[in-house]
């Protein structure tokens, strides 16, 4: 079985401001990472993932992640963070190679990006 | 690519009448696809895992007969809500696993999520 702790529920932060959001796992088998993040309303779109190869990954607008195997972490970082990125983010995990791809989710860190 | 729609997006029903949830992949197919319940302000909860051609597989504490899946085709999965009441009002997510991608088949590709009120 796997969990995932985002230790965080709300981040606020100005805009222009770097940004870190803390994402912890546990499992007993490795596992695929992802970050998943929500705007109001609506239904989850993929941020980044982490399957094999560099441990940093990036995302097109500006988000990175990176896995820490000996942590088991994968903590989300922005350097310098803009209005539209306020919503939802989730850390999410899945079993490799089995398990049926099923994701468990953490709970939530609210990002809340103010002027 | 990897575009998943819902219909509806928003439902309003009354309490002991049943309700479709549509879930459709439309650039790719879709052998796996999973159905999600977010309540406000909460992380999704699986509810079950639905394989084309066949039944679906629910998690612990979710009532099969409550919550009917068919997964009729590589493209489409529908949830029917029966008997609703007002304890069923939350956001219903589905998702679809690719199976062909670039993505790979361990990425989920999230619907807008439909948000169903029993009244």
């Known amino acids: 079985a796997q969990s995932v702790t985002q230790l965080d529920s709300q981040v606020p932060v100005f805009e222009e401001a770097p940004v870190e959001l803390r994402c912890n796992y546990s499992?007993?088998?490795?596992?695929?990472l992802f970050w998943y993040v929500q705007y109001p309303n609506q239904g989850l779109q993929l941020l980044l993932k982490?399957?094999?190869?560099?441990?940093l990954v990036e995302s097109i607008n500006g988000f990175e992640a990176e896995f820490n195997k000996s942590q088991t972490s994968f903590h989300l970082r922005k350097p310098s963070v803009h209005i539209s990125d306020t919503a939802e983010y989730f850390c999410?995990?899945?079993?490799?190679?089995?398990?049926?791809?099923?994701?468990?989710f953490g709970t939530g860190t609210q990002l809340k990006v103010e002027l | 690519g990897a575009v998943v729609s819902q219909h509806p997006s928003r439902v309003i029903c009354k309490s002991g009448t049943s309700v479709k949830i549509e879930c459709r992949s439309l650039?790719?197919?879709?052998?796996?696809m999973f159905w999600y319940r977010q309540f406000p302000k909460q992380s999704l909860m699986l509810m079950a895992t639905?394989?084309?051609?066949?039944?679906?597989?629910?998690e612990q504490g979710v009532e099969k007969d409550k919550f009917l899946i068919n997964h009729a085709s590589l493209t489409l999965s529908t949830l029917t809500v029966t008997s609703a009441h007002p304890e069923d009002s939350s956001f219903y997510i589905c998702?679809?696993?690719?199976?062909?991608?670039?993505?790979?088949?361990?990425?989920?590709?999230f619907g807008p999520g439909t948000r169903l009120t029993v009244l």
């Open positions: 650039d790719f197919q879709a052998t796996t």
């Open positions: 999410a995990v899945s079993p490799r190679g089995g398990g049926g791809n099923k994701l468990t």
């Open positions: 639905s394989n084309e051609g066949s039944k679906a597989t629910y």
């Open positions: 499992s007993s088998v490795s596992v695929y």
């Open positions: 982490y399957l094999s190869g560099s441990t």
């Open positions: 998702s679809a696993r690719s199976s062909g991608l670039a993505g790979g088949t361990d990425t989920q590709y």
